[in-house]
């Protein structure tokens, strides 16, 4: 989960300054309207895991530290660590982060960077992909991922890759690449090694001589397995899409098998 209070970031380094700023007024509207954003992004996130009362719990400690961090925001505003302008012009908590600084004076003349635009169920199988390289395990690749996912450091390891959207892994889709021990040799091992549930449905498998595919859906996900085949042992693209945003998860699962067949072993 994201951090706690991600306005909090605005007031992560200090000292006194008497480098003189904007005006008070400006800059409490800016630190308010920040505060704002940060509960709107938490309340977000906590909808697409779908737990209330940790929600509640979460904005209520944020709301416990309103004053304390409004006072500190303040004095990084006045000191030119965070621009008034930009941040009042921030549709999002990221893009008021992306107005301050870790210097006096350094944010001034900023202009919100925001992410981009969440997609629709409808929209994501026209999204423009782009190519990454990479390897796992010694094994290289190439794959296609739409153009806006990022790459997730908490799927970075020797043997995987991990791509999510920026900040919303579980309400968007997402994908993974993963170095396996071996390639599953027939359909029937295929289905023994990834031994779908009894609540799952199977939408697509086969089998051909150097691929494998997968893809089943549940009442609340739907998840993609295409693995090629890299000598003895496999390479696969894991594509999943998860929560309420998930709205086609037929037509989203067959997105999720053609993006993770562009899978190319080096």
């Known amino acids: 989960m994201r951090s706690l209070l991600l306005a909090v970031l605005l007031v992560a380094a200090c000292g006194k300054s008497d480098k003189k700023g904007p005006d008070e007024a400006l800059c409490m509207d800016a630190c308010a309207h920040t505060m704002e954003l940060a509960l709107a992004d938490i309340d977000k996130n906590m909808a697409a895991l779908g737990d209330p009362a940790m929600a509640d719990k979460v904005r209520a400690q944020l709301e416990d530290r309103r004053d304390s961090d409004l006072k500190t925001c303040l004095k990084h505003c006045k000191s030119g660590r965070l621009d008034a302008k930009c941040a009042l012009a921030a549709k999002t908590i990221d893009g008021a982060l992306s107005c301050t600084s870790t210097t006096e004076g350094g944010a001034t003349g900023k ?34 991922i739409p153009a806006e996912l990022q790459e997730q450091e908490a799927d970075r390891s020797d043997t995987s890759r991990g791509w999510d959207f920026p900040d919303q892994p579980f309400s968007q889709p997402r994908f993974r690449v993963t170095l396996l021990d071996s390639f599953v040799k027939t359909l029937d091992e295929g289905l023994v090694y990834y031994d779908p549930d009894e609540d799952e449905t199977v939408l697509r498998k086969e089998h051909t001589g150097d691929r494998f595919v997968l893809l089943v859906k549940s009442a609340t996900f739907v998840v993609a397995h295409v693995v090629a085949k890299a000598g003895d042992r496999g390479v696969e693209c894991y594509g999943t899409h998860s929560g309420s945003n998930l709205t086609r998860p037929d037509e989203i699962g067959a997105w999720l098998v053609e993006v993770c067949s562009t899978l190319a072993v080096k």
């Open 111 to 144: 202009t919100p960077v925001e992410p981009p635009k969440e997609r629709t169920d409808e929209e994501w199988p026209s999204a423009p992909l782009r190519e990454v390289s990479d390897t796992v395990g010694g094994v290289g690749f190439t794959l296609r």
